[in-house]
């Protein structure tokens, strides 16, 4: 497998994670905001790695989330400029493209 496959098996992982983390249940009454968004936050960077930039968007933003239902708002400010730079990249990819065509 490459390089890129096994980042985005260990980014799809994370995201399980992180989901886990949000989860309530008979024992766990309240989630787990700064576990998930800390989990949410690694699988974007496997995905980044990876290249797969609409994944890394969309973890960063629920990084982000996680970040916001944890009073944590400076770095949730900070995962979503991250979100957006990933946008701006393949918005970037698709415009040379374009332009190649």
């Known amino acids: 497998a490459t390089r890129s496959d096994v980042k985005l098996q260990e980014g799809a992982k994370l995201l399980?994670?992180?989901?886990?983390c949000l989860k309530t249940g008979l024992f766990k009454w309240r989630p787990d905001f700064d576990g998930a968004a800390q989990a949410f936050k690694d699988a974007a960077n496997?995905?980044?790695v990876a290249?797969?930039?609409e994944q890394a968007k969309a973890a960063f933003i629920?990084?982000?989330e996680a970040m916001t239902n944890s009073n944590s708002l400076f770095h949730a400010a900070k995962a979503m400029e991250q979100a957006?730079?990933?946008?701006?990249?393949r918005l970037e990819k698709s415009i040379i493209l374009n332009c190649l065509k």
């Open 51 to 53: 290249r797969s930039h």
């Open 16 to 20: 399980t994670d992180g989901e886990k």
């Open 46 to 48: 496997c995905f980044r």
């Open 62 to 64: 629920r990084a982000a």
């Open 84 to 89: 957006a730079l990933m946008a701006k990249v």
